[in-house]
């Protein structure tokens, strides 16, 4: 059978976009189905039908602490990981009163970047700490951006372009050895690598369900019992009085079951195959390079990111796009808008390797064909590509 070019039916295509979002999964599905009509009331009212969605809830929080070894109380349902972000730079920002001095990893999500610019505005001063060229932040490089007046640091657990895991546990050392706490964005990070928060030693850490087969709208901001910070959203007293809102008792249920999920960490070690098996189909492909460290360990199994320098991004995705592998430029919040990808260019690329990146990241279920099709469709989308540049 010939590879067809032109692809709409489902089955022929390849989703390999999972760090962008994953579907619900089975399990998730099967845990909110109960909770999506109005048999459950408000959580916040006194009578029965609302003390049943309050004691949902509580042990919807019950069990995600117990995945993530912490306290309930320190559990507070958010959105998703942008809310989450926003809420632990601006909430420790509101507490420091908009005074003092934020240290940010310059790979982090636009969520943290831009909330951090956001708060720069309003008077704080800020300092971006530059990874190396294998796209890790080093505890040394966290510790030298760190003054007397820095009230947060922010690094994110594995970067969502790259893939690349950062040392968490050594640079919440330098961030508390300077008396500041550590927001770790951990959305890319759960169900391919081990997540707790206590473990890494981060004072807050936020997570996304959409990332893990929960619904979109969903997530969570950990944050350390003591940790000072302030609400974000003010209103009815939810979430411990931190986190106003109604709570969304489906999507809170959906999130608890796509968490344990996820910390089983199914199909880690196939996944690592998978990515050194399309990392040396795609390195066949003249002009292909890696993007930041293929070392296991140092980077999300599920992720591969290679340039084509001289070809662009958003070519690159569509023409795979009809070939029906569902692949991304970049970051998903990014997609679309030609930019330069800031991540790509904090690495040390040049404009040429920044502008040509492509992120694959697979799921626990791709096979070994699938990863044949996906770099025999690369190979022919970069030449079509380069063939009509001449
Ligand atoms: N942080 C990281 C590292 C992400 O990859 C994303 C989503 O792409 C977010 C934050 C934002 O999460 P959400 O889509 O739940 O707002």
Not at 16 to 24: F, I, K, S, Y
Not at 69 to 96: L, M, Q, R, V
Not at 226 to 246: C, H, S
Not at 323 to 338: E, Y
Request: proline content about 4%.
């Amino acid at each position: 059978m010939s590879e067809r070019t032109d692809v709409t039916a489902d089955s022929l295509v390849i989703y390999a976009d999972c760090a962008a979002t994953q579907p619900l999964t089975p399990a998730v599905r099967a845990a909110m189905e109960p909770y999506l009509d109005l048999r459950l009331g408000n959580a916040s009212s006194a009578h029965a039908s609302g003390r049943e969605a309050s004691r949902v809830i509580r042990e919807a929080r019950q069990r995600i602490a117990d995945v993530l070894g912490c306290a309930p109380g320190e559990i507070f349902f958010t959105s998703g990981g942008t809310e989450s972000d926003n809420w632990a730079i601006k909430g420790c920002a509101f507490y420091h009163r908009l005074r003092g001095h934020l240290a940010v990893s310059a790979i982090e999500h636009r969520a943290v970047l831009a909330a951090c610019d956001s708060m720069e505005a309003l008077g704080m001063t800020q300092t971006l700490i530059q990874p190396g060229p294998d796209g890790i932040v080093t505890a040394e490089s966290v510790a030298s951006a760190m003054r007397q007046d820095t009230c947060l640091a922010a690094v994110m657990l594995a970067n969502n372009e790259i893939g690349t895991v950062q040392p968490i546990p050594e640079i919440s050392e330098a961030v508390h050895a300077r008396g500041a706490h550590l927001l770790c964005d951990a959305v890319q990070g759960l169900g391919q690598i081990p997540v707790q928060p206590r473990a890494l030693g981060a004072d807050m850490l936020a997570l996304s369900g959409h990332k893990i087969g929960a619904p979109v709208g969903i997530g969570l901001l950990y944050i350390r019992e003591g940790v000072p910070i302030l609400p974000l959203l003010d209103g009815g007293g939810q979430e411990m009085g931190m986190r106003a809102g109604t709570e969304n008792v489906a999507a809170i249920v959906g999130l608890a079951a796509a968490v344990e999920e996820a910390a089983r960490m199914r199909g880690a070690e196939s996944r690592y195959q998978m990515q050194d098996l399309l990392f040396e189909k795609l390195l066949a492909i003249p002009g292909c390079v890696v993007n930041g460290t293929r070392a296991h360990g140092k980077r999300l199994p599920g992720n591969v990111h290679v340039s084509f320098a001289g070809l662009d991004s958003e070519s690159l995705v569509l023409h795979l796009d009809r070939m029906g592998i569902r692949c991304s430029a970049g970051a998903a919040c990014s997609a679309g808008k030609h930019a330069i990808s800031h991540v790509l260019a904090a690495i040390g690329c040049d404009a040429a390797r920044a502008s040509s990146g492509l992120r694959f990241t697979l799921s626990a279920d791709v096979t070994v064909p699938q990863v044949e099709r996906i770099a025999a469709c690369t190979a022919r989308a970069v030449a079509m590509l380069r063939a009509v540049r001449g």
